[in-house]
Nanobody, 118 residues
Framework: VQLQASGGGLVQAGGSLRLSCAVSGRTFTSSFMAWFRQAPGKEREFVAAIRWGGGSTYYVDFVKGRFTVSRDNAKNMLYLEMNSLKPEDTAVYYC????????????WGQGTQVTVSS
């Protein structure tokens, strides 16, 4: 499985961004696609996940109501819609694939930078 994340950028607090992740290779209905992030000086943390088959979603508490994870199985795409962004959301965002919603993940994309200015 190969993953290619895109869509990051610079946005003001309160703004929105949509991250995309192109998925190639084999995927399984039992697998999970997830977004993680890593801020400077901090460990990488789970953000959101979706089951490739069925579409069940999972979120970390601090993004619930602001972020939405979705996928398009036909296009092999994973998305993360981020609204009401805060400066503390600044991080490199990674898409990942595995067999557990919150990890450990087996495959990782290269990351895309999201910077939220105050």
């Amino acid at each position: 499985v190969q993953l290619q994340a895109s869509g990051g950028g610079l946005v003001q607090a309160g703004g929105s961004l949509r991250l995309s992740c192109a998925v190639s290779g084999r995927t399984f209905t039992s697998s999970f696609m997830a977004w993680f992030r890593q801020a400077p000086g901090k460990e990488r943390e789970f953000v959101a996940a979706i089951r490739w088959g069925g579409g069940s979603t999972y979120y970390v508490d601090f993004v619930k109501g602001r972020f939405t994870v979705s996928r398009d199985n036909a296009k092999n795409m994973l998305y993360l819609e981020m609204n009401s962004l805060k400066p503390e959301d600044t991080a490199v965002y990674y898409c990942a694939a595995g067999y557990a919603a919150r990890g450990p993940m087996d495959y990782w994309g290269q990351g895309t930078q999201v910077t939220v200015s105050s």
